[in-house]
């Protein structure tokens, strides 16, 4: 941890009690802090009076607290910011097991409110337990003494909890851990450091302004100049130092900011020229708090933007104009999936748009090209392009092509368009829901009218092109917020196709995880030996990244296994990049392992079912050998 800010060491006062207190020392004495920690020992009500002591006299950045205390003084609705400590699930994991290996009633007591999710934990670790609510240290006394009346309890709670308990000659469990404690506190640090960088903050500023190779104008309302930055001063010929506090349109009248106020909209991509030469402009009206306070301009030498063109035009387009992928290369038997795959065998044969929705990493490219393999229009031409991957004025030059001449660094003799390209064949318009509105109105024209026009040309193109288009956000949701064209919305959702992500369809996960293994040169009986250890690991996770998440994973994998780490090892950091602090939680016996082998035997007497018994057939559709799938059968006792 290190700070980033000012050079005086942020300060952070933890207000604490009792046991907490002491761990909290534990875990500053474990390291090495970037801050100046003060600990404060007390308990409600003399923690909220400490705390509002603490920010009248300035005497710390940020303020930590747990359970009661943190209560107690969000109430006091103090300006300085607290981080709480708070009960992770895999302490409330740990103080339940816990409970469960002293064999008694597990009672969890808490300040002022119940914890809902434990519920879900009694039911996970099957033990006795009940929730206990107190307002106060009078109150927490009476509720105790009535509980431990009742027999062998094991108390569950914070520092007031467990210290009452112990007085009683209970058996009290602490809540907090030192993992939890320590995330507070490195929180509360990354806070302080960020308050005290404010400090700083204008030189930063200023600092960028000298660095960045567009030049920068900002004027106030009344359109005076108020920052000039030296890339300005370059591409203008301009000196700030003769500029600043005159109007802008005295200054620099080609570049036309006043527009921004007139019109109260930000006007992007203008090419303009100036004396300099051709300049790309975006002027940009400045609103804080609603209320608008400027305009900034910036300024792009028209030729840089040019040969930036060309290697982003590379990364693009690195498929080229054919799709690799058909059908039957998409990995998976699930019902999801095969239910998508049916739909899009039907779409194949029509010649309407599509509209692919789903998740990032689901393989909405993937379906695309085979729609365009299995259509009649396989033989021609299938162009992608990804919206979100170029600017406004790029974007259209790709789609549309513009002619010699059209604008500075235009090619000699012009160049077709992506529509152009794709004529004959497929085009699939990849994150559609990023492009911009005035481009959605040219696009809605090309699908209508069947026809497309250079940027710079009179002349009109008739073009016969499939359009496939692909999105991971809400385009209904985007057209009532007046982000996305209704009229386009409907024209591209003729068909629509909607992919599952990975969480809906995790018996394809075991076939994929392995396909990605074998792609990266796994052998075959180190990639059954990975499975059987992953398998419960990679099945308890959500997959917010889908199939390329998993991919990512399986080439980690790979390369942890072929450089001779030992399993164990191998899962171990898998499981902390997928679950973090609750990675620990996987090592304790959960019952998932025995679920997944239930899954597998249930997956092959099913394929088995569908092969008519033929175990050629079935280790082919499970994608293993016939001496695995013999294993297996045996190991599972299937006659």
Not at 214 to 233: F, S
Not at 312 to 323: F, N, P
Not at 521 to 529: C, K, L, M, N
Not at 534 to 563: F, K, T, Y
């Amino acid at each position: 941890m290190e700070g980033v800010g000012s050079v005086i060491k942020p300060r952070v006062a933890v207000i604490t009690y009792s046991r907490l207190t002491h761990m909290v020392q534990e875990v500053l004495a474990e390291g090495q802090w970037s801050a100046e920690f003060t600990l404060h020992d007390v308990l409600i009500e003399e923690a909220a009076k400490k705390a509002r002591e603490i920010e009248e006299t300035g005497a710390a950045d940020v303020l930590v607290a747990s359970g009661a205390n943190a209560t107690a003084i969000e109430a006091q609705n103090l300006e300085l910011p607290m981080v709480r400590i708070k009960v992770t699930g895999f302490d409330l994991m740990h103080a339940l097991w816990s409970a469960k290996r002293m064999n008694h009633r597990a009672v969890v007591m808490s300040y002022r409110e119940s914890i809902p999710q434990l519920e879900w934990f009694r039911d996970l670790f099957r033990v006795d337990l009940m929730q206990e609510v107190y307002h106060d240290v009078n109150d927490a006394q009476e509720k105790l003494y009535r509980l431990l009346k009742e027999g062998e309890l094991a108390i569950i709670g914070a520092s007031l909890i467990s210290q009452l308990t112990e007085r009683m000659g209970g058996h009290s469990i602490f809540i907090y851990s030192k993992s939890s404690i320590r995330l507070a506190l490195e929180t509360a640090v990354d806070l302080a450091v960020q308050r005290r960088a404010e400090i700083e903050k204008r030189e930063k500023m200023q600092a960028m302004m000298r660095a960045v190779h567009d030049g920068i104008l900002y004027v106030d309302t009344q359109g005076r100049l108020m920052e000039v930055n030296p890339a300005a001063e370059r591409l203008l010929g301009i000196s700030a130092a003769e500029v600043l506090g005159r109007p802008v349109n005295e200054v620099v009248p080609e570049i036309q900011l006043d527009e921004v106020f007139k019109t109260g909209e930000p006007l992007l991509n203008v090419v303009q020229k100036v004396k300099q030469g051709m300049l790309l402009v975006n002027r940009i009206p400045v609103v804080h708090q609603g209320a608008r306070i400027g305009a900034v301009a910036t300024i792009q030498d028209a030729q840089t933007v040019q040969q930036a063109e060309k290697a982003i035009r590379k990364r693009v387009y690195s498929k080229g104009l054919v799709a690799k992928v058909t059908f039957d290369q998409i990995i998976g038997q699930s019902e999801a999936l095969r239910k998508a795959i049916k739909k899009a065998r039907q779409y194949a044969r029509a010649d309407a748009t599509v509209l692919i929705r789903g998740e990032t990493g689901t393989g909405k490219e993937l379906f695309a090209q085979s729609i365009h393999n299995a259509s009649p229009r396989h033989l021609h031409p299938f162009v992608a392009v990804n919206c979100a991957a170029l600017p406004e004025s790029l974007l259209e030059s790709e789609l549309f092509g513009y002619e010699e001449g059209a604008f500075t660094g235009a090619r000699k003799g012009g160049k077709p368009g992506l529509f152009e390209l794709a004529h004959g064949g497929t085009l699939f318009l990849d994150e559609v829901g990023e492009m911009s509105l005035p481009l959605q109105a040219r696009l809605l024209r090309v699908l209508q009218e069947k026809e497309v026009m250079r940027i710079g040309s009179e002349t009109i193109l008739p073009i016969d092109v499939r359009v496939l288009a692909a999105t991971n956000r809400d385009l209904k949701e985007m057209v009532e917020k007046g982000l996305f064209r209704q009229d386009l919305y409907y024209r591209l959702n003729v068909l629509s196709l909607d992919l599952p992500p990975l969480r809906q369809r995790l018996d394809d996960l075991p076939d994929l995880f392995r396909s990605f293994l074998r792609s990266y040169g796994v052998d075959e009986r180190v990639i059954e030996a990975a499975l059987s250890a992953m398998l419960p690991i990679l099945c308890r996770h959500d997959w917010p990244g889908n199939i390329r998440e998993l991919e990512n994973i399986a080439e980690r994998v790979s390369v942890l296994l072929q450089g001779n780490v030992e399993m164990k090892e191998v899962v171990d950091e898998v499981a902390g990049e997928l679950f973090g602090d609750q990675a620990e939680v996987l090592s304790q016996p959960s019952g998932l392992a025995g679920e997944v082998e239930d899954w597998e035997r249930q997956r092959i007497l099913q394929v088995l079912r569908e092969v008519d018994g033929s175990r050629t057939k079935a280790a082919k559709l499970l994608g293993i050998s016939r001496s695995t799938l013999w294993r297996k059968l045996k190991d599972f006792e299937i006659q």
